[in-house]
């Protein structure tokens, strides 16, 4: 098995990505976590949020980067960052905000999520004038471990 090739994302790998980001979602907040997604609620959040068509239109989103870990054609796991969306009074569009780093369940632990985010970091500390923003749900502390160290 060779080891996974952190790129740019491209715009075919928007299918990858759609069901890489359904996938990792399902496995991590309604499987890993037990939240109690109404079963409508949830196909609707899927669809909004990990379309294929929504994942082409967020590829070309300027002022934002994706990156793929990609092993043998097979992508493993994904980054975005971008202007800051998050609702904090002291966050402004300029901000930089990292807004994903999922891991399929399959490659966690091969530290995938440590080479994304500190190139992430990188990426986001060279294109933005103040500071970097990270949205993670309060109760993932294994992301927020992440992100700590």
Same mark, same amino acid.
């Given at each position: 098995m060779t080891e996974a090739l952190i790129r740019p994302a491209r715009p075919d790998d928007a299918a990858a990505l759609a069901a890489l980001g359904r996938q990792t979602f399902?496995? @991590?907040f309604v499987e890993g976590f037990g939240i109690p997604y109404p079963a409508a609620d949830l196909a609707a959040f899927l #669809?909004?949020? =990990?379309?294929v068509e929504t994942i082409q239109t967020k590829l @070309? %989103?300027?002022?934002a980067a994706w990156w793929v870990a990609d092993r043998d054609g %097979?992508? !493993?796991? =994904?980054?975005n960052t971008g202007p800051n969306t998050l609702p904090h009074p002291d966050g402004r569009p300029g901000h930089a905000e990292l807004r994903r780093l999922y891991i399929? +369940?399959?490659?966690?632990? !091969? *530290?995938? *999520? @440590? +080479?994304m985010l500190t190139l992430a970091l990188e990426w986001m500390e060279a294109n933005t #004038? *103040?500071? !970097?923003w990270v949205g993670v749900w309060s109760g993932n502390e294994k992301a927020q471990k992440l992100y700590a160290a």
């Open positions: 399902v496995d @991590t #669809d909004k949020s =990990f379309s @070309t %989103e300027p002022g %097979e992508i !493993l796991g =994904f980054a399929s +369940r399959d490659a966690q632990g !091969l *530290g995938l *999520g @440590t +080479r #004038d *103040g500071p !970097l």
